[in-house]
Every structure is written in structure tokens, then in C-alpha cells.
């Protein structure tokens, strides 16, 4: 039960860690198009 536990834990890091690197992307292309509608 445990073993099972810790896989699918491991499973869910792997698809956070991607949607966080997705997130972080879309975040800083935001960032990048608002300072250079500022500027």
C-alpha cells in the first residue's frame, strides 16, 4: 500500500514540476510583452 503511495507521489511531482515550468514560462512571456508595451 505504501509502495503504491510513494509511486503515485512521485507521479504527481513529475506532472506539478511540469505544470510549474509551463506556469513560470507563460508568467515571464507576460512579463517580457508588459515591459515592452511600457516601454
Do not use: P
Not at 3 to 9: D, E, L, M, S, Y
Amino acid at each position: 500500500m505504501k509502495i503504491k503511495f510513494v509511486r503515485n507521489f512521485k507521479h504527481t511531482m513529475k506532472l506539478n514540476h511540469k505544470l510549474l515550468v509551463a506556469l513560470l514560462f507563460v508568467m515571464s512571456m507576460v512579463l517580457m510583452s508588459f515591459k515592452n508595451n511600457e516601454a
